[in-house]
């Protein structure tokens, strides 16, 4: 028996996200948000509810990242009162009118089913995953709905990561979703799982047609003894790129030129030659932001439409970084083999010689960054304020060209970009189109920078400006109310 789901005292939150009027929805949201300013939390959980229950789940890895990001930017800066920081709502905002777009666009209602399913955790364990193995949602649904009460934080990890990772090779990230679902929860509370973890699992059991990388991949790792060999890298040693830049550069390169078996087989080579999982997940990081700098120069500026196409061309490397962290060794073993075959990653390669590529990746990849101490502990020193401002000046301006010299300048210098974050997080949060998908981007290239220490890192820095310049400028209908600004919804 299939019954409407509710959310006892959040109800009529969750249901005011999910049936307002879309034309409306900015300013009423703003109202709520400005008068009740603590009440952030509440608003962000009440989305995250509405989205589970009201959007169709193969929408689940694009918002469940919004939401972590928009966690992310609120703890950056985000947090201070409206007259202290008249952007400060803006993150929540954007969060809030990506769910009540995605109610109309991707319409659908999560069952509640009622009463568990019958048999021993063992044997629905075993069902659950044969059901998203053969592509029957409802069946994983049920299935895992019944186990959720009874799972803790690590097994629901060890079991979303396991059927995800077998599901990568279909048409959609099955991986993002999960890791993205379980660092929200860390934020919203684990008592939320049992219900916010539902999407992710009817993605993942989405009918699709798989290849045979996976099965590839776990050959790969019997066949080079991987689970014997590979190593984590000791705390306080230097990385890769620190030690030998060169190297670190030159494996990074050939991944992005590679197809997706032939990056599986340079990944296995790696950690079965002893370089770290950390160095690898590294490698994967810079290799995908040069695929993003490549896609992303080649048309500008961007439509709303290729948005959500740049993104996951460095979503999947975000989702192996935590991964590394979260899961079993198994299963960061795997995540690196198929770091190629994310969607968004897996159809691209880069192309040194083409004219999107030709003008930035020969420099680009002379100048290297100087890192102050192995564990990251250096103090980092400011900025000088002509060089911030340029940055501010060329973001306002649009013109991406403008900026790669100001970082360069900063490089060659001997400093470290990473006070450029501020003035873009500060331009991405207040990008219209794209629903606060612009907050996501850099919060993603953020991290990318933060999860390294290869002195190419400063790369991420660039590229997540470049994307702020060529975002797309949405032309729709004006709202007011934001401190006098003209946003579009």
Known sequence: MVMQLDFGVHEPLVRWIEESDSNGFWNAALQRVSKRPRDRDSLLLA???????????????????????????????GQEDAAENPDGDLPVLRFLSSVREA?????????????????????????????????????????????????????????????GLEALTGPSDTLLGAVEALTALQQIGWEWGPVLLRPVVRQQ????????????????????????????????????GETEPQEFLERSLAWSQAEPVGRMEQMADMLAHGISLEDAGEVVSLASTLLFLQEGLRRTPWTVGEIEERISVVAGARAVRRLLHLATPGQRILGLLLAGVHPGVREVRLRPE?????????????????????????????????????????????????????????????GAPQGLRGPTAAVARRQDAGFGRAIALERVLADAYDCTRAPHRWIHVWASGVAQCHWPVDRGAKIVGLQGSDSVC
Do not use: M
């Open 354 to 414: 083409a004219p999107e590529c030709g003008w930035w990746l020969s420099p680009a990849t002379r100048w290297t960054e100087t890192i102050g101490s192995s564990n990251g502990s250096a103090e980092v020193p400011p900025l000088p304020a002509e060089r911030t401002e340029a940055w501010e000046q060329a973001l306002a301006a649009r013109k991406a060209n403008a900026l790669l010299p100001i970082v360069e300048e900063i490089v060659e210098s001997g």
């Open 205 to 240: 059991a989405t009918p699709k047609v798989r290849s045979d990388l996976y099965d590839r991949a776990c050959r790969e790792i019997a066949s080079r003894q991987l689970l014997r060999r590979v190593r984590r890298r000791t705390p306080g040693v230097p990385s890769l």
């Open 47 to 77: 989305g995250a509810l509405a989205s589970a229950r009201a959007v169709d789940p193969a929408q689940s890895p694009s918002w469940f990242l919004q939401l972590t990001s928009t966690y992310a930017s609120l703890q950056d800066g």
């Open 103 to 163: 109610c109309d666009r991707f319409p659908f209602r999560l069952p509640d089913f009622a009463g568990p399913s019958v048999g021993a955790k063992e044997e629905l364990t075993y069902e659950f995953l044969e059901a998203v193995h053969k592509g029957d949602p409802d069946a994983a649904d049920e299935r895992f709905s019944s186990l959720a009460a009874d799972l803790g934080k690590d097994e629901a990890g060890d079991l979303l990561f396991s059927s």
